[in-house]
């Protein structure tokens, strides 16, 4: 027998009003957005690109750099908790109220081969790399950025857990430069040399756990003004950024080495960061959903203004329930229970419909209360339900009951969260803060990225005064000669890169890769030593090797230098250059096999030009005995594609071809 519902739970659907307000916003695909939407909306972002530089040592001590281990190969753990301290201040950083709200203890697994008590700040830090400086100061350098007299070491405060230190060691090398985009310039503020932190193994609960294989490794830091107006100008200057710093070849490439934070805000929202984007295909998706999820938050503010007209006196209501008087079949609070959770109800008053008022696609505000849950409050998901879910997953006669219990109105919203005891009063403050922080519009926080696009909140973002200096470091003066000595061995600037492809007819859909692994010193080395035309290097480049990348597995390291010497062996032995196609695969799958071991296992004969081309008469008597066309283009085909398995590397396609129309 079916239940008569309430007159409180027919006259709302959640998912109407879900794509009810994702209609007042405006709310477009990325796919189908304009330049107008953006304008419309006020898009603006700007950039900080981390790469990491190729040397052999840490920043500040002298462990190796590059060295990596498995999670479960260490040697010591050393345990920490966070907890805040007044500055001269004499206030808070909210960063540090707000992880010490969390209540977490980190973890941090030591290697002995890649850690030493500098990184766990027993110890004082060692001069700064010479090798790291010189490298960022020449990236610095091809940034156009005006380079500092002096170098002074100072201290950014970390204090999510990421450094053992609660701060890291940073300094700006060149300010104020611009870097060339295909339609603008973009104006940089800053290029910074700094430490590497921790790789996160897990976070669950009250325990963070951290490997340090990567802490201290030597750094830079990229920033650019918010000059960006669109998703794919953003990419742009964030992909040339990548390609500017491998130029050099002294940056670390491969998952992880390059990583951006990617600032984004809209017409009267705020910055929010998003951090730690790896991909730079992910980052025109990531920055349209956030700049819309601000614009969705800003409708929100709009709404809750218009209906509490004194949000200083907005206050939640709650009370704990008891699971036997409610009908609460849903598995994560039965299995709450077993742990002993207490179910906690609260009231929002005049919330209804924000709950469920979109923010991303597939998500709403509901959400950006259950992820500060999760982050500050420690009660990993699902953590809660509420009056306005999409899918229903508890009998609305429940929350008629809630709503009777806590003597909500009509226009109120309804959550349940289970808990243990000592986390139930940073919840209640948690939900409590995010909805207030609603009436304002879009807080300043950082989040975390999905490949989806969409995001979840990470933590506050950190105030403008958490640099000071570093008393354990003395300034570093940077002589005019020695920046002369550095300028004189800068490669070309990328652009001019870019205009060299384009002149020598390469196709534009291979420059990402080109660039993305620094492959135009080898191209141009091809080129100019080998007499290889420009477009067959290109293209093999940019197509073959990035499929073959894309489908077979190196045995040892493959270096890119092979390819160079692929062709020189082709070029002396005077064989067809095609036949490098056929040899790559076994080239890239056995770097350490000689190149006339690689011709014998696929079945390549050196044979003879001219006898090729004495069974073209034959072949062309035999295509008309068989009858198959009477098109001369047909018998061209049929005839190259006989000859095609003993013509590679022996006689070149368009000579073959010449050939046949000639006899």
């Known amino acids: 027998m079916k239940k008569n519902k309430s007159p409180e739970t027919t006259d709302f659907n959640p998912k109407q009003n879900y794509e009810q307000t994702q209609k007042e916003i405006g709310y477009v695909p990325r796919k189908k957005a304009t330049k107008a939407d953006y304008k419309r909306i006020g898009f603006m972002s700007g950039l900080e690109v981390h790469q990491q530089l190729k040397t052999k040592e840490k920043l500040f001590c002298h462990c190796p750099a590059g060295i990596f281990h498995a999670h479960d190969d260490y040697n010591a753990e050393v345990i920490r908790h966070m907890r805040p301290t007044l500055s001269e201040l004499g206030e808070y950083d909210g960063t540090a109220l707000m992880e010490y709200k969390t209540r977490k203890e980190i973890i941090y697994r030591l290697n002995n ?4 008590t500098y990184e766990v700040d027993d110890t004082p830090p060692f001069k700064i790399d010479r090798e790291a400086l010189e490298y960022a100061l020449e990236i610095s350098l091809l940034c156009k950025l005006n380079i500092v007299g002096e170098v002074h070491i ?6 999510d857990g990421s450094i053992p230190t609660g701060f890291q060691r940073t300094a700006i090398l060149g300010v104020e430069g611009e870097i060339p985009l295909k339609n603008k310039k973009v104006r940089l503020i800053q290029l910074s040399i700094e430490e590497d932190s921790c790789r996160e193994i897990s976070d669950i609960r009250h325990t963070r756990i951290y490997k340090t294989d990567r802490l201290g490794m030597p750094l830079i830091e990229t920033v650019t003004y918010p000059d960006m107006f669109t998703p794919d100008e953003l990419k742009e200057a964030a992909e040339y950024i990548r390609f500017l710093n491998r130029s050099t070849g002294k940056v670390r490439i491969g998952s992880g080495a390059g990583r951006e934070d990617v600032n984004v805000s809209c017409k009267g929202g705020d910055r929010v960061e998003i951090k730690g984007v790896s991909y730079n295909k992910l980052i025109p998706e990531l920055s349209h959903i956030e700049a819309f999820r601000q614009w969705a938050l800003l ?29 609460l079949k849903y598995e994560p609070i039965t299995d709450g229970l077993i742990d002993k959770y207490r179910i906690i109800a609260v009231n929002l ?3 209804k419909g924000i709950l469920s008022h979109f923010t991303q696609p597939g998500k709403i505000f509901a959400n950006e209360i259950s992820d500060r849950l999760k982050v500050i409050a420690c009660l990993e998901k699902p953590n809660m339900i509420h009056s306005e879910e999409l899918e229903l997953k508890v009998i609305d006669e429940n929350f008629n009951k809630i709503k009777e219990l806590l003597n909500a109105n009509k226009n109120d919203a309804q959550i349940i969260f ?29 989040r975390k990225s999905f490949l989806d696009g969409t995001t979840i909140f990470e933590r506050v973002l950190p105030g403008a005064d958490r640099m000071y200096p570093d008393t354990d470091s003395a300034p570093i003066p940077l002589e005019n000669s020695y920046i002369d000595g550095l300028s004189k061995n800068l490669p070309s600037d990328v652009i001019d890169r870019y205009n060299q492809l384009k002149k020598w007819g390469i196709p534009e859909d291979t420059y990402t890769f080109i660039f993305r692994n620094n492959l135009f010193l080898l191209i141009e080395k091809v080129i100019n030593t080998l007499k290889i035309k420009p477009k067959f290097i290109g293209t093999f480049i940019g197509h073959r090797l990035k499929f073959v990348e894309g489908h077979y597995t190196s045995a040892d390291k493959f270096e890119y230098s092979k390819i160079y010497d692929l062709f020189k062996y ?9 036949l490098s196609k056929n040899m790559l695969p076994v080239v890239y799958q056995h770097p350490k096999m000689d190149f006339d071991s690689i011709l014998t296992s696929i079945n390549f004969k050196s044979v003879p030009k001219e006898e090729i081309l004495s069974k073209i008469p034959f072949l062309k008597q035999k295509f008309s005995e068989i009858k198959i066309s009477k098109n001369d283009k047909v018998s061209k085909q049929w005839i190259m594609g006989e000859l095609q398995k003993t013509a590679i590397g022996n006689i070149p396609p368009d000579q073959l071809a010449k050939a046949i129309e000639q006899n």
């Not at 100072?154 to 204090?159: C, E, S, W």
């Not at 409708?299 to 218009?306: C, F, G, T």
């Not at 206050?315 to 008087?325: A, G, L, P, T, V």
Request: charged share 35%; net charge negative.
């Open 418 to 446: 289970w808990a243990p005891d000592e986390d139930i009063p940073t919840a209640l403050e948690t939900i409590e803060e995010r909805c207030q922080m609603a009436f304002e519009g879009v807080p300043q926080e950082t």
């Open 299 to 327: 409708n929100v503010r709009s709404k809750l203004n218009d209906r509490i007209k004194d949000t200083s006196k907005w206050k939640i209501q709650h009370q704990e329930i008891n699971y036997r008087d409610f009908d």
């Open 349 to 351: 008053p005049n919330f």
């Open 154 to 159: 100072t201290r950014k405060q970390y204090l």
């Open 570 to 578: 082709l070029t002396d032995k005077k064989l067809d250059i095609q």
């Open 113 to 116: 081969k890649t850690a030493c």
